[in-house]
């Protein structure tokens, strides 16, 4: 699949929702300089396409007990992929990160006590076929954090009967 083109006019929007996701059709038209018609239309093929979505973004204010945890993994390098799978399946883990340097994976969690990070880091990662060496770190002040790149929740439990 050919990568999307985006012209000025799609940057222009993206930018201005990116800021405010709220603002009305009617004042970005007027901000642009086109019509209410070509805003909604950019908007729906944007959101069809996957490169833009609105959701409602949580503050970690609102997770005051969670702390944010990062776990480093080492792993076979034919096995990185797969082992990355794996570990995105994790219901606690919110995001997976494949890298370069000295680990080749990075999860994120958010975690209330240390028990549930050993638990995962130590009991479901570190056996994970491929995988070598993990290592923990736990964020113990945020000095900056821009939401707009990286939303990062609380793991929910879901209700098998949902």
């Given at each position: 699949?050919?990568?999307?083109?985006?012209?000025?006019?799609?940057n222009q929007l993206i930018d201005l929702l990116s800021h405010d996701a709220r603002v009305s059709n009617r004042k970005i038209a007027t901000e642009l300089g086109v019509t209410e018609g070509t805003v909604r239309g950019r908007i729906k093929r944007l959101q069809q396409d996957g490169l833009i979505a609105f959701t409602a973004v949580t503050g970690f204010e609102m997770a005051r007990k969670s702390r944010l945890c990062f776990i480093n993994v080492q792993a076979d390098v034919d096995k990185v992929r797969d082992v990355a799978r794996v570990i995105a399946d994790l219901p606690q883990i919110n995001a997976v990160l494949i890298t370069m340097g000295q680990f080749n994976i990075t999860a994120m969690c958010l975690i209330e006590d240390l028990d549930i990070l050993v638990e995962i880091a130590s009991d479901q990662i570190l056996s994970v076929p491929g995988v070598h060496h993990v290592e923990t770190s736990i964020a113990v002040k945020t000095m900056k954090?821009?939401?707009?790149?990286?939303?990062i929740t609380p793991?929910?439990?879901v209700d098998e009967d949902d």
């Open positions: 699949m050919p990568a999307p083109v985006l012209d000025t006019l799609d954090y821009n939401a707009r790149m990286a939303k793991h929910q439990a």
